[in-house]
């Protein structure tokens, strides 16, 4: 073991019935780095975090702390690993929105039954101050943004004496500004001496922050390496397992839809919802793929979920193939022949208890009416067609759907749409969380159903996915329309223009 080293996991099997997840997995974290951790959805990042952590117990390997001289370390459970010194802080921020940041900060703590608050909230802004966070100690967090509520729950892990901080797509959720804050902090405490195990699916970030790559495939260590040795086109053959040529220009790989007809499949005007976003008019044509694009809090998500009617409608007009329809709920949208993927896939998306068969089937059953349900033959064999179209990895039709990748549900969730056959179907951040070769599939599922001539509108916060895919980007700033841009105006420079100044060059 290096002399450097806080973390080295030797030799780590886990399996799990029918699936090996973890095969002689080794893996070494120096103090003061940034190391990231990288693989498709499935590849056994999240199970070598649960067995670090001791979420899982593994079934043989060894684990070292701060070197071999004390022997190996068991971790039976988060609080072991917690007191060892090795904290977590995961996409979905387990802190209480209704306490102060500062009992979140010592929330756990458990000294004695009364509480001095003016000595808590002290010792509280003596650490965020520490750590460069500007935030009240007294503030509530749920007022705080999300980008803060990261940063308090690193600064608890960080207060907890931790020297291995393990980061599980902490920005997901954030926009570039929070971002460039939160790797801020991240540095900080790579001076400090922490090591950062960073796991997160955007490339760039990872050549931005980062000092070492390890990646994972198959349940299996590919290798480690230093950022500077491994380009990202590497990095992503690597993790698929095969050369990929810089995921390049996938439109051309794909036939676009020729029966033109350019009256829209659906139209709005003046449309606009309870959710703050001005009037908007819309409009998309039979195969055509277009996108809302614009920063985070633009505007992006609540345009489309106007249209699906799943926040309220207080004005416009709607026509669909040219006829006038009501939209103010979803169950109307759904019996127009519109489909919406959500953009929170755990909060809106999936029903974790129910299985991916049930999942499938969901959508297709409120159609159809809960008074006339499908035989379990038939909802097996819905389920199995969607499975092998989607390539959906899971070991059968009844396993739980929580039990899958991000990746799979993620599929699951667009099974579920696809299954109701819609002529308009809506993708808020579709990709968002999930590995490179599956946002690879999914845009080229995208491209393939609007060449059959389905609509598609699809979100992403990443603009070269939505140049990859899209013919027609209408842009959003401050929750309003401030431009349209088509053809050669699909560019990097164009769409930060328009947002930047409201109108391309």
């Not at 003016?118 to 500007?134: E, F, T, Y």
């Not at 929070?178 to 960073?198: A, C």
């Not at 080229?444 to 159903?449: A, E, I, P, S, Y």
């Amino acid at each position: 073991m290096q002399e450097d080293s806080v973390l080295e996991m030797r030799g780590v099997y886990k399996s799990f019935p029918g699936v090996r997840a973890l095969q002689g997995v080794d893996f070494t974290l120096r103090k003061g780095e940034i190391h990231a951790l990288m693989g498709e959805n499935g590849a056994g990042k999240s199970t070598l975090i649960k067995v670090l952590t001791g979420v899982y117990p593994k079934d043989s390997g060894e684990i070292y702390l701060r070197g071999r001289y004390a022997g190996a370390v068991q971790i039976h459970s988060p609080q072991q690993a917690q007191r060892a010194g090795i904290s977590t802080v995961y996409q979905e921020i387990s802190l209480c929105p209704n306490l102060s940041v500062a009992e979140n900060i010592f929330i756990a703590r458990g000294e004695g039954s009364t509480v001095n608050w003016k000595k808590m909230n002290q010792k509280a802004k003596q650490l965020l101050d520490s750590l460069g966070i500007a935030v009240s100690p007294t503030q509530q967090l749920a007022s705080c943004s999300i980008a803060v509520q990261q940063m308090v729950a690193i600064a608890r892990a960080v207060d907890m004496d931790c020297q291995v901080l393990i980061l599980d797509e902490p920005t997901s959720s954030l926009d570039e500004s929070e971002v460039e804050k939160l790797f801020g902090l991240m540095r900080h405490l790579k001076e400090r001496g922490v090591g950062i195990i960073f796991v997160t699916h955007f490339l760039d970030q990872v050549y931005e922050v980062c000092d070492r790559i390890t990646v994972l495939r198959d349940g299996r260590l590919v290798g480690e390496y230093p950022i500077a040795e491994l380009p990202r086109v590497k990095l992503v053959s690597k993790m698929l397992g095969k050369e990929l040529n810089d995921m390049a220009d996938i439109k051309n790989d794909i036939p676009v839809y020729t029966q033109k007809d350019d009256s829209p499949v659906y139209e709005a005007r003046g449309l606009c919802s309870s959710e703050g976003i001005a009037p908007f008019d819309f409009y998309i044509r039979k195969g055509e793929v277009n996108g809302f694009t614009g920063l985070l809090g633009s505007g992006r998500s609540e345009s489309v979920r106007a249209i699906f009617g799943a926040d309220h409608v207080t004005s416009g007009q709607v026509r669909v193939d040219g006829k006038a329809v009501k939209i103010t709920k979803p169950i109307e949208a759904m019996k127009a022949g519109i489909a919406y993927l959500p953009e929170d896939r755990k909060r809106d998306g999936i029903v974790g208890d129910l299985s991916v068969k049930d999942n499938i089937i969901l959508a297709l059953q409120v159609l159809t009416g809960f008074f006339k349900p499908f035989s379990k033959a038939k909802a097996t064999q819905f389920a199995e067609e969607y499975i092998k179209l989607l390539d959906i990895k899971t070991a059968s039709v009844d396993t739980p759907i929580k039990s899958l990748s991000g990746g799979n549900q993620q599929k699951v969730i667009l099974a579920r749409w696809l299954l109701t056959h819609p002529k308009y179907l809506i993708l808020d951040e579709p990709t968002r969380g999930i590995d490179v070769g599956t946002k690879i599939d999914i845009q080229k599922l995208v491209l393939k159903l609007a060449s059959e001539g389905m609509s598609v509108t699809f979100i992403s916060s990443e603009t070269d996915e939505m140049l990859r895919t899209c013919s027609r980007l209408l842009v959003m700033r401050d929750r309003k329309q401030v431009g349209e841009l088509t053809g050669d105006q699909l560019t990097q420079a164009h769409i930060m223009n328009t947002i930047a100044g409201g109108e391309a060059e």
